[in-house]
Structure formats: C-alpha cells, structure tokens
C-alpha cells in the first residue's frame, strides 16, 4: 500500500515538474454533454487531487458517524438487557417471597424490556401460583416452544376452578392428568379435590396409598381423611341397596376389612343408613377379633344399647377389668342409649374417679340432666369445662 501511494506521488510530482520544467506548462481540454472545460495539466491534477483529499475526509466522518451510531445502539441494547436482567431477578425474590401477583408485574414488565421466552415461562410460573389462569394460559403461549410439554401446573390451575362449575369434566382432567403424571404430589391431591366434588368415591378410596405416599398429613389426619373417604364410599354404595353395599365390602382385600379405620366407616355408613343392626354386628365382629379399639367406636359413638350380643360382650369385658376406663364409657353409651340413665351416671361417677376427662364429664351431665338433677347435671358441666 505505501509503495503504491508512493508511485501515485513520483507520477503527480512528474506531472507538475515536466511540463513546468520544458516551459511548457500544457493544457487540458475536457467535453462533456455539451460542456468544454480547459484547464492546465497542472491544475487539472491539482483539482484532482483536491477531490480526492475531500473525498477521503468525507469518507472518514461518516466512518465515524456510522460507528458512534452503532455504539449508541449497542448502549441503549446492553442498557435494556441490564434493565431486563434486574426486573427478572427482582421477580424472583418475589417468588420466594410468596408474592406471586407482584413477580408476575416484574416478569412482565422484564419481557417488554426484553423479549425472552424464559421471562415469559416465569411469568406463567407465577400467574399459576397467583391462580390467574387467564394470565397464566397468555404467558405461557408466549414462551412458546421454551415450554412445550411443560403444562402441568397450567393445567392444575384450570382443573382445580372447573370442580365447582363442571365437576363431571374436572373428574375426567384430573383422572387424565393422574395418568400423565402419576407421581406428582399437586396432581394427586387435585384429583381427590376433583374427585369429591364430582362424587366419585370410588376413584377416590383408590387414590388412597397415592396420597398416603405424598401426604405430609400427620398419622391421625390421615386416618381421618382415610375415615372419611370410606364413610362418603360406603354411603353412596349403600344407597343402591344393602346387597350392593354388602358387596362392596366383601370385594375389599381381607387386609381393609380388618383395617380399625375402614371397619368403623363401614360400620358408620350402615348406622347412618339406619341399618343399625347391622352395624353393630360389624362392630362386634371387630372388637372379637381385635380389629378395632373400644376408644375408636366409642369415639363415633357407634354402641348400640339394642344388640343384645353386643351389650353382653361389653360387659364380660367389664367383669374381667371392672376399671377399664374405654369399656365403663361403653357401658355408659349402650346405658344412656337403653335409656337407662341411672346406670349410666354410676358407670360414668367410676370413670371420672379412674381417669377425669371432659368427655366424661359432659355424659355425666347428660345423664343427671336425664334424671333431674339440675344441679349435679351443671356441676358435672363446669367440671367438663375445667378440664
């Protein structure tokens, strides 16, 4: 390159100083549409010259313009992105912060900063924690691919608003997304939401040991939701007829008929069914081969003071522990139900001797009451409270 500036030099320098040298300066002439120009050789290479000079100047500023104008873009990009960078960490903390209503407004306005897909995947996050299923269902549309497959929780969050105004069709989501995703934990516990709205009770005895496995309900709850599954099974079988429900209990595995808390809801459905009879034969079926405790029976009040084999197994228990304080309760149960409350309050006057217990208090209440004796009746309930 300075070889060839070089040789331009010696070539313009010889131009000048040759014709100026011979005392010759000579002479150009240029036509153009009609136009004559003459000029010296000198100055036509001069004008030449000055034009190229221009030319380069004129080059060189707009270089310059074109790269300011590239770095000033490049600025306000990069001054957008660190922007959109700190809403989206601002969201975050927000979500950890169980503020998903306000991480949603961080995320979207981090998207309009800049377009990301995975702003708009936490944007959808957090629309499904704030339940905004609308917002929920648009963010996810704008992410796009970045979340293809990934709709579980989207999916949730419309099942779990469908249950009361469609349970028929949430029943049949959940049980497709049990399918899909048979180890998720949110999943499990929609489909029993769904399940009892719908009253599908069968569906929802079977999803039992899932939610056992995912539960972090404490032994008692459980057995209390256990309990209660059951009952609501039982009821709505026996409701086709006591063969149906006789059947029922009958298809169970001989490991749940002897489970205490599946025997006392099938003995509470048949109660409530007014098939009382029946229930206390349950009842004593399971207290003979220890299935079930006297405490739990006692504690759904399901002694029937009318079952003779019941009231005598009841107090062959006595005989042979005359302080056992969950039989002396029974006995008083089966007494108040025969209507014998002088009996009663002698078993119950023994229990609070044993062992004070507000429940026993309150039944000794009763029983007074029963009798008319107000005044022993409103001791026995204060004590009740005291304890």
């Not at 380069?56 to 600025?75: E, H, M």
């Amino acid at each position: 390159m300075k070889w060839l500036i070089a040789l331009v030099v010696l070539l313009i320098v010889g131009a000048i100083l040759g014709p100026t040298a011979s005392g010759n300066a000579g002479y150009v002439l240029i036509q153009f549409a009609g136009w004559s120009i003459e000029a010296t050789v000198v100055g036509l290479i001069v004008v030449l010259v000055a034009i190229a000079l221009i030319t380069t100047v004129v080059v060189s500023v707009l270089r310059r313009l074109l790269n300011k104008t590239q770095k000033g873009a490049a600025w306000f990009s990069n001054r957008s992105d660190r922007k959109a960078k700190q809403l989206y960490e601002e969201g975050i903390r927000l979500l950890l912060d169980d503020s998903p209503e306000d991480a949603s407004l961080k995320f979207s306005a981090a998207y309009k900063k800049r377009g990301a897909p995975e702003t708009a995947a936490m944007a959808a996050l957090a629309a499904c924690l704030a339940k905004d299923t609308g917002k929920a269902q648009y963010w996810h549309d704008e992410a796009g691919g970045f979340v293809k497959g990934s709709d579980t929780l989207l999916n949730i969050l419309k099942v779990s608003q469908q249950v009361s105004d469609d349970p028929h069709n949430a029943d049949k989501a959940a049980q497709d997304l049990l399918n899909k995703h048979p180890d998720s934990a949110h999943v499990a516990f929609l489909a029993k939401t769904a399940f009892k709205g719908s009253g599908n009770y069968k569906a929802l005895k079977d999803l039992l040991p899932k939610l056992k496995q995912h539960s972090e309900l404490s032994p008692a709850d459980f057995e209390r939701l256990e309990y209660d599954v059951y009952f609501d099974y039982f009821v709505s079988v026996g409701r086709n007829g006591n063969d149906t429900l006789k059947d029922a209990w009958q298809g169970l595995p001989s490991k749940q008929r002897s489970d205490a808390t599946i025997r006392l809801a099938y003995a509470a459905a048949l109660k409530h069914l007014g098939e009382q009879e029946l229930s206390a034969k349950v009842i004593l079926k399971g207290l003979k081969r220890e299935d079930i405790h006297p405490a739990g029976v006692n504690a759904l009040k399901l002694f029937n003071g009318k079952h003779g084999k019941l009231v005598e197994f009841v107090q062959e228990k006595l005989k042979q522990n005359p302080d056992d304080k969950d039989y002396l309760y029974a006995f008083a149960l089966i007494a108040i139900d025969n209507q014998d409350y002088s009996l009663a309050q002698r078993a119950l006057k023994k229990l609070v001797d044993i062992q004070p217990n507000d429940k026993a208090y309150r039944l000794l209440g009763d029983a007074y009451y029963a009798l008319g004796d107000s005044q022993l009746a409103a001791n026995a309930y204060k004590q009740a409270l005291a304890d």
